[in-house]
């Protein structure tokens, strides 16, 4: 084994253990954050991270050590990166109409509910549509 096989297995050996740590941290938000919508994050943010890496070192060793091209991992990769943030999406919707009474919501500045989207729809309050000014 040369100097550069090393440098190869220590890279993907980092990758492997960031997507360990991912997975345990995500896992440990899963369980210990309060509500719904804080516990939505961990995993999403672990899913992504955690298993993309350990698919790119998957790729990585495939790649660098074997020779051979693998491009399943790529294809699941890109399929996670796309589907976690529209199924958290998902979820947190799905959690604000069975969680949050409608009263409580705050206003949408048309003239319908939330999670509707009408592109002929007229503005009901242009100062909603203003960004909020911190200080």
């Keep these: 084994m040369n100097g550069m096989d090393a440098y190869i297995e220590y890279a ?4 492997l253990v ?15 954050l309060r509500d719904t ?9 672990a899913t992504t991270v955690g298993v993309g890496s350990a698919l790119i070192a998957s790729m990585a060793y495939f790649m660098l050590i074997e020779g051979k091209t ?5 294809l699941i990769t890109l399929f996670l990166f796309l589907t976690a943030p529209i199924t958290a999406n998902f ?17 949408t500045g048309v003239g319908t509910d939330w999670a509707t989207y009408d592109p002929e729809m007229e503005v009901v309050d242009p100062a909603l549509l203003e960004p909020v000014q911190r200080n």
Excluded: C, N, Y
């Design 12 to 15: 993907i050996s980092a990758l």
């Design 91 to 107: 979820i947190a919707k799905a959690h604000m109409h069975l969680a949050i009474r409608e009263e409580d919501m705050p206003a």
């Design 37 to 45: 919508m804080q516990r939505l994050h961990a995993p999403t943010k």
């Design 18 to 32: 960031i997507g360990g740590l991912f997975g345990l941290v995500g896992s440990f938000g899963l369980l210990k």
């Design 70 to 74: 693998s491009w399943h991992e790529l």
